[in-house]
């Protein structure tokens, strides 16, 4: 039977005292399942097996992990519609959504790693200028962590947690992933995708709880935490880690900036908006979140934002452009930020509230344009992570680029122009991690494509090689094949030798082959020297 309750909490003191989180379809209210809320023995034995299974899978070649990553995107495909269906259920957004923002995505990142990880991750000899002269050479190797933990939010329950998932166990690591606790069964879903892969046991342990069960993870001694949440969270996560100085990879919250210069292709950046701001209902890190528009435009741009936001299908179930949001606590910032924005001043062109006639159990929120905001309401300064697109003017190329910048966050941008040239002078000046010209959110779907942000949006990254380099110790291997030679800095610390020191600073630290010739006879004698034990 279909229990109806209002999303704010899974871990109710009944839930609590049986254990387990309750995952609720947000659209609906209703229960979808349930799972296990692990305790810090949960994650301590998960971390145990982890370890175990890790010593043969770091010991495999990239080919055979690849082999099991290829069969487990076998799986994924031959189940797609009921991923799609769970992922659209347990997060409240379309089907649609769930296949183009989640499925196709790991998709394509799961055949990527699976056959470019070799390649991505192959060792290198490294340049080392002058030092070659001297007999010896370096080369790099890069060795897999161990245990990887991985924390994840909600908002995209399959991509995010599956793609670090994948990156680190093709890197040779385990792995223990900790998912949200509104979003368990996904995660779930993960490590059974796996093991019908015939991923061996241990390497994929997945402990679905609480944030206390985040909390023991971060305790637990891995070697690494993958956090993808909030600022508040990535904060106390890092706190954690510090304490045991286990490194973090922090993927944090955004305000995303979107520039529209009076060049720009209005029907494109329109439609781009309203997309970048509302799908998932606006509950991505790099949602549109704040949208910057010229002058000259933005009478035009503004009523095509508005047409098309007035034409979106807000529904549960199929064909909807956006569904519910994630959890009653979510809706109630949006409305927080909206309705401190309209007593400041701010005008609703479209939405701003929750809709009149929606399921009673379900967490909607109008898609909602606001006119008239500044940077000093929540709107403009907060993430809302909700459908909630606020439009503001600009003059100048150069007042565009102050406001964008105005922000303590900076995950990506986008900046909608036809001069490319323009595109990428503006881009460059933006901080952000990923900065897109004419395009709006969608990087995190690239594989190949780095993701992370500067300031309060994180630090480290995931995706790309740059991703993958997160995930591996790198390790310097550095020969010398003069044995028999003892280095000139050796000790015999006499005059001659701090002659030569001196030589070698003005000369040899220049990186200069030509220069380095000038004091040979100088290198040689004291060579010669210690040879003989002078
Ligand atoms: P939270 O920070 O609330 O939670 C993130 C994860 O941390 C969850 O699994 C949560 O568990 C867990 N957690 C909670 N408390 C602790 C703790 N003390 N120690 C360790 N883990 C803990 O974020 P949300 O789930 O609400 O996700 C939304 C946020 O994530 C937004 O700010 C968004 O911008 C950001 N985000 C960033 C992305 C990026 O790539 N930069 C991508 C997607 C989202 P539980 O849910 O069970 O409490």
């Known amino acids: 039977m279909a229990t109806h309750i209002s999303r704010t909490q899974t871990t109710t003191p009944a839930a609590e005292a ?61 189940e797609l519609e009921e991923l799609a269906a769970l992922i659209s259920r347990e997060a409240g957004k379309p089907d649609a959504e769930a296949l183009s923002m989640e499925l196709v995505p790991t998709l394509d990142l799961m055949q990527f790693f699976a056959r470019r990880a070799a390649r991505l991750l192959r060792p290198e000899r490294l340049g080392i200028g002058l030092y070659r002269y001297l007999g010896r050479s370096s080369t790099i190797e890069y060795r897999p962590l161990g245990v990887v933990g991985i924390i994840s939010p909600w908002n995209f329950p399959w991509a995010i947690p599956l793609g670090e998932v994948v990156m680190a166990l093709m890197a040779g690591n385990a792995v223990v992933l900790k998912p949200s606790e509104l979003t368990p069964l996904v995660a779930l879903k993960i490590g059974e995708v796996f093991r019908r892969a015939g991923l061996p046991e241990g390497l994929l342990e997945i402990v679905t709880g609480d944030g206390s069960t985040g909390q023991a993870l971060t305790e637990a001694g891995v070697d690494k935490i993958m956090f993808t949440g909030s600022v508040a969270t990535g904060r106390r996560v890092a706190e954690a880690a510090a304490r045991s100085l286990t490194p973090v990879v922090l993927e944090l919250g955004g305000k995303d900036p979107m520039i529209v210069f009076e060049d720009a292709d209005l029907e494109a950046a329109s439609s781009a908006a309203v997309w970048g701001a509302f799908a998932n209902s ?49 809706l109630a910032t949006v409305e927080e930020h909206v309705r401190e924005a309209v007593e400041r001043g ?28 500044d940077h000093t309401m929540m709107v403009m300064r907060e993430e809302t992570f909700g459908p909630v697109l606020p439009l ?62 500067v300031k309060q949006s994180g630090m480290g990254r995931t995706h790309g090689r740059l ?39 003005r000369r040899f630290a ?7 010739m000038l004091i040979s006879p100088q290198l040689l004698r004291r060579l010669f020297d210690k040879r003989r034990g002078a």
């Open 510 to 516: 220049t990186g200069s082959a030509l220069q380095t």
């Open 392 to 453: 503001m003017n600009f003059g100048t190329e150069e007042e565009a680029v102050r406001l964008a910048n105005d922000s303590a966050f900076g995950l990506t941008a986008s900046v909608w122009t036809r001069d490319i040239s323009r595109g990428r002078r503006v881009a460059a000046r933006i901080e952000a991690g990923t900065v897109m010209v004419n395009e709006v959110l969608y990087t995190h779907g690239i594989a190949q494509t780095p993701w992370g942000g």
């Open 282 to 330: 606006g509950q991505a890190c790099a949602s549109v979140e704040r949208c910057y528009v010229h002058e000259r435009v933005s009478a035009e741009f503004t009523s095509r934002v508005v047409a098309k936001t007035r034409a979106l299908r807000q529904q549960a179930g199929e064909g909807a452009d956006l569904a519910a949001m994630s959890s009653e606590r979510q």
């Open 18 to 78: 049986a254990r387990e989180v309750v995952s609720y379809d947000p659209a609906t209210g209703e229960v979808v399942g349930r799972a296990p809320l692990g305790s810090a023995e949960d994650v301590a034995r998960a971390v145990g097996r982890a370890r175990a299974a890790q010593k043969r899978w770091g010991a495999l070649s990239f080919r055979e992990r690849g082999a099991v990553m290829m069969r487990a995107r076998a799986v994924v495909l031959e």
């Open 346 to 373: 701010a005008r609703v062109l479209a939405g701003g509230s929750r809709p009149k006639e929606m399921h009673a159990g379900g967490t909607f929120h109008e898609p909602t344009v606001l006119a008239g905001v």
């Open 467 to 505: 991703g993958l380099l997160e995930l591996v110790a790198p390790h310097h291997i550095h020969v010398n094949r003069l044995a028999r030679l003892h280095d000139v800095w050796w000790f015999g610390y006499t005059p001659e030798a701090a002659r030569l020191f001196r030589s070698l600073a």
